[in-house]
């Protein structure tokens, strides 16, 4: 016999909503998690919290964006998701250039377009835009990059959504000068930097965290050599040298994540 568990059950695990959120996507951009290795990813938590209760709370402003920024693989991405999440908005878009590879301008404005008309239908809205320099198809030779798709975004960008209504937009980019350039940066209410990790003190956190990384006896090793260095890595590249390291069973596999860390990130 059916009952109404059962539908409640094909809601929460079977039925995926044709538009709006889809919590599986938004996890996938967070594969490893967000760990909070120091007070710069505290900083952009708490900012990311109060830009969603000032989306909620404020009558004046419907509508609050924010400009994730920082250097290639310093986790923009998965930060930018995970404050989707946390506002637990009923309309939950994640935007990203991948799924519009091929469009010409014309199809990559209009969906756009589409995602937003339908982020104006819900009363609380989240859509991200990672990327945004991909959108606009930008390439530093030349420089050349999509006229159409820059004024497309930054009227998106400026529309309140209808009375009653809010939203809030959280964009990521590596590229914020060439965003100030084309006159974009300023489309966002707060722009959030996010920092590569800077000290030996952050990697052991990050080690700490991480589950059959290394021995006790490796971790007193790396705990001596690390503590006052200065590093600098994007959290994505530190969890990929982990990785390599935990995949080797040897002696020398705290000798070459100290190298490999010290090649990417100039430890001194
Ligand atoms: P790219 O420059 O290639 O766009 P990115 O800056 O967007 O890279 P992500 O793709 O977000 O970086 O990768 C970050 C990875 O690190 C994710 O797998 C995420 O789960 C993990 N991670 C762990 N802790 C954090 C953290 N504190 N902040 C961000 N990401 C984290
Ligand atoms: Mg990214």
Redesign the pocket.
């Known amino acids: 016999k059916i009952c109404r568990a059962d539908f409640m059950h094909a809601f929460e695990n079977d039925i995926k909503p044709a538009f709006g959120v889809s919590k599986d996507e938004f996890d996938s ?9 120091g007070s710069p ?1 505290t900083e ?1 938590l708490d900012e990311g919290n109060l830009r969603i209760s000032q989306t909620i709370k404020s009558e004046m402003t419907p509508l609050v964006s924010i400009l994730i920024e ?13 404050i989707a999440l946390l506002s637990k908005f009923p309309y939950l878009k994640f935007c990203t250039a991948q799924t519009m590879l091929g469009y010409t301008e014309m199809s990559k404005c209009q969906q756009l377009k589409k995602i937003f008309e339908d982020a104006h239908k819900s009363t609380l809205s989240c859509v991200v835009v ?2 945004l320099e991909s959108f606009l198809e930008y390439a530093p030779v030349g420089p050349r990059y999509s006229n159409t798709v820059l004024q497309t975004l930054k009227l998106l960008f400026k529309r309140s959504p209808p009375k009653g209504r809010k939203l809030l937009i959280i964009a ?1 980019s ?1 590229y914020r000068d060439i965003l100030e350039q084309l006159g974009l940066a300023q489309s966002f209410s707060k722009i959030i930097h ?1 920092s590569n990790i800077s000290t030996g003190e952050h990697v052991l956190h ?1 080690l700490s ?1 991480i589950e059959h990384s290394f021995s006790v006896e490796e971790m007193k090793h790396l705990k001596k050599s690390l503590a006052n260095k200065q590093v600098w890595i ?3 590249t ?2 990929d040298l982990i990785e390599v390291a935990r995949q080797a069973d040897d002696k020398y596999r705290v000798a070459r994540f100290l190298a490999s860390l010290e090649e990417v990130g100039g430890t001194v």
């Open positions: 951009y967070i594969a490893n998690g967000i760990i909070i290795w990813v952009v920082g250097p290639p693989n310093s986790g923009k991405t998965a930060l930018a998701a995970h990672d990327e990521t590596a996010i990050v965290e994007g959290i994505k530190l969890l």
